[in-house]
């Protein structure tokens, strides 16, 4: 394999470890204080945020409460709809199932056991005309030992 060539491996190493200190020295000079900076600024603003957020706590306890309220009564409401849809649709299923039943599934039973009838009776009619027949024994040599 040409990359673990011993004339080259030295070489490959070499430019490889340099660049990589070169890409740790840019990450570690420049763009790590830079993170750094923006996370102490983010923490210094979430600060004065919670701080604004405790000042005016006591109004939001009035509003947090009515808004639970509103929340609760939204939520009973929802509930009340969705059983009332959900009974109105196993109703429905219910009937439709009842009526499909009734009506559509007792047509194709009874093609169905029309077409089975007639099929016996087609088996019937070829088996005794192959029995009388006596110009093909072998048929009837079959028929006699089924």
């Given at each position: 394999?040409?990359?673990?060539d011993l004339m080259t491996f030295f070489t490959q190493f070499f430019w490889?470890?340099?660049?990589?200190?070169?890409?740790?020295?840019?990450?570690l000079?420049?763009?790590?204080p830079?993170?750094?900076?923006n996370l102490k600024l983010r923490k210094k603003k979430l600060e004065l945020l919670a701080n604004d957020?405790?000042?005016?706590?006591?109004s939001a306890s009035?509003?947090?409460?009515t808004y639970d309220n509103i929340?609760?009564?939204?939520?009973?409401?929802?509930r009340n709809y969705l059983l009332k849809v959900t009974n109105y649709g196993n109703v429905w299923?219910?009937?439709?199932?009842?009526?499909?039943?009734?009506?559509?599934f007792v047509n194709a039973n009874n093609d169905y056991i029309k077409i089975i009838g007639e099929k016996n009776f087609n088996f019937v009619v070829l088996e005794s005309v192959l029995k009388s027949s006596s110009k093909d024994n072998n048929w009837t040599k079959l028929w006699k030992n089924k």
């Amino acid at each position: 394999m040409p990359q673990l060539d011993l004339m080259t491996f030295f070489t490959q190493f070499f430019w490889f470890s340099l660049g990589f200190s070169f890409f740790y020295i840019f990450l570690l000079h420049y763009i790590m204080p830079s993170i750094s900076l923006n996370l102490k600024l983010r923490k210094k603003k979430l600060e004065l945020l919670a701080n604004d957020i405790n000042k005016k706590k006591e109004s939001a306890s009035d509003l947090l409460t009515t808004y639970d309220n509103i929340l609760s009564k939204t939520l009973n409401f929802s509930r009340n709809y969705l059983l009332k849809v959900t009974n109105y649709g196993n109703v429905w299923v219910s009937n439709s199932i009842t009526s499909i039943n009734s009506n559509n599934f007792v047509n194709a039973n009874n093609d169905y056991i029309k077409i089975i009838g007639e099929k016996n009776f087609n088996f019937v009619v070829l088996e005794s005309v192959l029995k009388s027949s006596s110009k093909d024994n072998n048929w009837t040599k079959l028929w006699k030992n089924k």
